[in-house]
């Protein structure tokens, strides 16, 4: 992984626009995730290009962008920040090779193309999501060769892990598939949002955060309760746009399967509180994720033009 640090702009220049911004930090991440990740041909061959057809060319990055934002609000580092979103980016990627085998959500398509395990078989699939689990940890523990202090990186491995388990993204997926054809009220059903899908977005939140430089962590501890509370807003109004967009959207421009969830019979924000409540819960989750990174002050900028992507998007 030998991406160029994030450069800074001039001593009083203008900030780049956010669409600049966006732009280079999502073509940042794929380089980093382009040399995390082992090249096709090295052996066993197959499955390391499965990997790379799992990870690369597709996707909108949002994990490691919000990492890269999170860590440029307290200082961290572009390199420690590359192997952090990378991590979580590669989480996120194991995530979804699982969640659309047939044992799971049994789907077709992801990001505009067939899914893994469509391409590859089910039982290469299953080695994909397992490789890329144990790669992402691989690649968080590297954080100390770019300035991290070793109890800083072992704390994010223990985060990445939690966000990543029985009590995050694993044990809400397990929530949502005893959920099928059950009736959630809305307690129950916020609680499988967010560690299904809040868990992991939180943690890169909070992963950017931990890379901050040592003076800065010490001294810096609203900052860091600012970036808790904006992921914990964050995360959850990803999923609520989620179940909006998967009754509005289309297949072709969402990359996967529109209508998955009312097909599967699934709970959602939408289903529980119908079309405007969903929209109007989005909305109040935007204003609590603004709210929480005032503390930052304009160092907080790239985290309320995410929030603001995030609830507004179209896909």
């Not at 780049?16 to 966006?22: I, K, T, V």
């Not at 039982?123 to 100390?144: K, N, P």
């Not at 931990?210 to 970036?227: E, H, I, K, N, Y």
């Amino acid at each position: 992984m030998n991406a160029s640090p994030i450069a800074a702009a001039p001593a009083g220049a203008a900030p780049a626009s956010f669409e600049h911004w966006l732009a280079a930090h999502a073509q940042r991440a794929e380089r980093a995730l382009d040399g995390a990740l082992p090249a096709a041909v090295t052996h066993p061959a197959r499955l390391h290009d499965a990997m790379r057809y799992a990870v690369l060319g597709g996707g909108k990055r949002v994990r490691p962008l919000l990492a890269y934002a999170a860590g440029e609000a307290v200082g961290a580092s572009g390199a420690a920040l590359d192997r952090v979103g990378c991590a979580v980016e590669l989480i996120h990627a194991y995530s979804l090779v699982h969640d659309d085998m047939p044992c799971m959500d049994d789907d077709v398509l992801r990001r505009g193309r067939p899914t893994v395990h469509v391409v590859y078989g089910e039982a290469l699939a299953m080695l994909v999501g397992d490789a890329l689990q144990a790669l992402a940890f691989e690649t968080l523990a590297g954080t100390v060769a770019h300035g991290v202090e070793a109890t800083a990186a072992l704390a994010m491995v223990g985060e990445l892990a939690r966000a990543a388990g029985s009590t995050g993204m694993a044990g809400g997926q397990a929530i949502d598939l005893a959920a099928v054809g059950a009736e959630l009220d809305a307690g129950a059903l916020e609680d499988m949002h967010r560690r299904k899908t809040g868990a992991l977005l939180q943690a890169a939140v909070r992963l950017g955060g931990l890379c901050a430089p040592v003076a800065t962590t010490r001294a810096g501890g609203g900052r860091q309760a600012a970036l808790e509370r904006y992921g914990e807003a964050i995360g959850l109004a990803f999923q609520v746009v989620d179940d909006i967009l998967d009754v509005e959207g289309d297949s072709a421009t969402l990359g996967k399967t529109a209508g998955k969830d009312a097909e599967c019979n699934k709970p959602t924000y939408v289903s529980m509180l119908g079309m405007g409540a969903a929209r109007a819960l989005a909305a109040r989750l935007r204003e609590q994720a603004h709210a929480a990174i005032v503390p930052l002050g304009a160092q907080g900028r790239r985290l309320a033009e995410l929030a603001d992507l995030i609830v507004m998007r179209s896909a």
